[in-house]
T-cell receptor
């Protein structure tokens, strides 16, 4: 049963702390996406990787957010320093370049106090 | 950027009723996707539509890709309590750089009374 996995599922941290979220895409998928979901804004695209190369991170606050794919089985999203307004659910999704279909992980619920 | 207008925002229906929701856009999309999100989980892909006019079913779900390529509809027949959740439409568009991204609607929250 191929699924996208994300860790941690929940994270509570204090303002100013570094937060690292991890994602394991479905084996064989070559595109990875990071989204942020809030009640006000809905699902927002933060970053997009194809074959581990970043293609688009225009949706990401550059001063504090960074996204990487150290290898094909791991994508990371870091926030440093974190702020209360970063509180949201962060989703990772993966897919094939040849298809528009994206498969989502269960998300990381981040609370910054 | 592109915006999707999804309606209704929420629906409260009785078990057994049929449900219809839709998405419209001012832009043309190459593909329409419909997702369902349960509380505390990520969106799950229900149906993908690739051609204008296409009508596709997945069990009790039926979705259509509008002829103008600017809208899509999702129908659920004979609703059951486990249909409760938030339904999202998403449109895919190939950017000038050659890659595609999804634009999501704000979602339709469906509540089903037993």
């Amino acid at each position: 049963d191929a699924r996208v996995t994300q860790t941690p599922r929940h994270k509570v941290t204090e303002m100013g702390q570094e937060v690292t979220m991890r994602c394991q895409p479905i084996l064989g998928h070559n595109t990875v996406f990071w989204y942020r979901q809030t009640m006000m804004q809905g699902l927002e695209l933060l970053a997009y990787f194809r074959n581990r190369a970043p293609l688009d991170d225009s949706g990401m606050p550059k001063d504090r957010f960074s996204a990487e794919m150290p290898d094909a089985t791991l994508a990371t999203l870091k926030i440093q320093p974190s702020e209360p307004r970063d509180s949201a659910v962060y989703f990772c999704a993966s897919g094939f370049e040849s298809s528009y279909e994206q498969y989502f992980g269960p998300g990381t619920r981040l609370t910054v106090t | 950027g592109q915006q999707l207008n999804q309606s209704p925002q929420s629906m409260f229906i009785q078990e057994g009723e049929d449900v219809s929701m839709n998405c419209t856009s001012s832009s043309i999309f190459n593909t329409w996707l419909w997702y369902k999100q349960d509380p505390g989980e990520g969106p799950v892909l229900l149906i993908a539509l690739y051609k204008a006019g296409e009508l596709t079913s997945n069990g009790r779900l039926t979705a259509q890709f509008g002829i103008t390529r600017k809208d899509s509809f999702l129908n659920i027949s004979a609703s059951i309590p486990s249909d409760v959740g938030i339904y999202f439409c998403a449109g895919a568009l190939i950017m000038n750089s050659g890659y595609s991204t999804l634009t999501f609607g704000k979602g339709t929250m469906l509540l089903v009374s037993p």
